[in-house]
């Protein structure tokens, strides 16, 4: 049996596989969607072994999509392991690296993966619903989302000396200082890339309110929202404590993520590879949660910047002061941080200290154990290593934000199926929609095969006996 071929976010490590299967009720309508992740996670068990100080250039391999968070997140870790925190200086460089990883996800995702469904339609022809339809309808659209992208890329390159799979954060520090030259030039694109995601926002604005019917019934989800937060719980993406809150927005916890085992455990399903990360005092399923940009500006009061902040009272006020449960409401929320993230690399470039040159802490007080907590663009990425004492690596865990999404993405897929589905001859833009349920969360399923805007998509629907009765597939080959 052929099954959908997609890329997860780091959880399974490697390119995986992944299939839906909805089972149909006698009169047409759904019983229950499954979204299956089939691959076997094994990246901690061959870490163990390596020296913690390789860790920063081994972990970004996990993701083609955001390497940065996983540099960023290990290296963080060793500062723990080794006990060496890093200069001032480093921490700034270290923030505007990450910074330009935020812009560039965002970016792509919004205009190149997501754009298409928004822009085109969901029931826009498939052979001109992505990114080449996109440059077709609206050029110079499509020229400035390129460019928001390439601007995020650039930063990287102007702080790391290279745009995917850093080696520039390591255990005490980075290895590079920013000349005044790469400092002026990041500079020099930042006023056309915030108008270009102030763009994005209006862009999506007027679609949700076109498309109201589908925002009020597409996954509308009541969970925990989960993020990382600055002592005035503004939204912070780098370093800061965490914060949990519940269905309706009253604060469960406030914690240092070195402590998040008290906090999370992981459920298992026996049809997927993927855990389910949830809240461990209110057991499972109760407990769950979920990050990313909805994840973190539900977990928010604030933002403290000041185009962001004023999105963000926006944000506040669409579910009337209580948790914004909308899943198609990710994509705004996408944008919200975008804009945070290029205000946020403004402030960094004003700071004198940006351009020091106390860049590496070289004395260790080793720990052990370390763990280093950062926002990656899709949500708490958590890594935890133990080590002996010469520094080489005897447990790794890990878990990423596509883990903690594990349960929304699967009852997203479920609630649409559900939706859209109601006994009619099923289209092809169910599969579109089906699919959009997983995107919106930005898990890199799509990722790596949207060269053309379009994801391997393989349902199967089966009668209440579980017979096989009708196959939908696009771009299987």
């Not at 006990?83 to 690296?97: H, I, K, Q, S, W």
């Not at 937060?229 to 070195?258: A, S």
């Not at 990425?381 to 004492?389: G, M, P, S, V």
Request: hydrophobic share 40%; net charge negative.
């Amino acid at each position: 049996m052929t099954t959908e071929k997609i890329t997860i976010e780091p959880v399974t490590r490697i390119e995986g596989h992944a299939k839906i299967t909805i089972r149909m009720n006698d009169d047409g309508t759904v019983n229950h969607a499954y979204f299956h992740v089939n691959e076997f996670r094994g990246f901690e068990k061959f870490c163990e072994g390596r020296m913690v100080f390789e860790m920063p250039y081994i972990t970004p391999r996990i993701c083609g999509i955001c390497p940065v968070s996983h540099h960023l997140a290990a290296a963080k870790t060793g500062d723990e392991v080794l006990g060496c925190p890093p200069p001032r200086t480093a921490t700034l460089l270290r923030d505007l690296m990450h910074m330009g990883q935020i812009i560039q996800s965002h970016g792509m995702h919004f205009f190149e993966l997501a754009g298409p469904d928004l822009i085109l339609g969901f029931d826009a022809d498939p052979a001109v619903r992505n990114v080449v339809g996109l440059l077709q309808a609206d050029p110079a659209l499509t020229l400035k989302a390129i460019n928001l992208r390439k601007f995020g890329q650039d930063i990287i390159f102007r702080v790391g000396g290279r745009r995917i799979h850093p080696t520039f954060a390591v255990p005490g520090g980075v290895n590079k200082a920013l000349s005044v030259e790469d400092r002026n030039g990041i500079l020099a694109g930042l006023d056309e890339a915030v108008a270009t995601t102030q763009l994005g926002i209006s862009i999506m604005k007027g679609w949700a309110e076109k498309n109201r019917e589908d925002i009020e019934k597409f996954a509308v989800l009541k969970t925990g929202y989960f993020g990382m937060v600055t002592p005035g719980n503004g939204l912070e993406l780098y370093d800061g404590q965490i914060r949990l809150l519940d269905q309706k927005g009253q604060q469960l916890e406030h914690f240092d993520g070195r402590n998040y085992l008290d906090y999370i455990a992981e459920h298992v399903e026996s049809w997927s590879y993927l855990k389910f990360p949830y809240y461990k005092k209110m057991g499972w399923p109760n407990g769950v949660y979920r990050v990313g940009p909805l994840g973190r500006l539900n977990a928010a009061d604030t933002i403290e910047t000041p185009l962001a902040g004023e999105e963000m009272k926006i944000w506040k006020s669409l579910n009337g002061g209580l948790p914004v449960e909308n899943t198609l409401y990710y994509h705004y929320a996408r944008l919200i941080e975008t804009l945070f993230a290029l205000e946020r690399v403004r402030i960094l470039l004003d700071d004198p200290d940006l351009l020091g040159k106390d860049i590496l802490n070289t004395r260790h007080d080793f720990r052990g154990e370390g763990v280093g907590v950062i926002e990656a663009p899709r949500g708490t990425l958590f890594h935890h290593y133990w080590a002996n004492e010469t520094g080489q690596i005897t447990k790794v865990n890990l878990i990423v934000a596509t883990g903690h999404n594990n349960w929304a993405m699967s009852e997203s897929v479920d609630s649409v199926a559900k939706t859209y589905i109601n006994g009619n001859p099923i289209r092809e833009g169910l599969l579109n929609r089906v699919e959009a349920a997983i995107r919106a969360h930005d898990p890199c399923l799509s990722c790596s095969t949207h060269a053309v805007g379009q994801m391997p998509m393989e349902i199967e629907i089966l009668d209440p006996e579980g017979q096989l009765i009708q196959t939908l597939s696009r771009n299987m080959d």
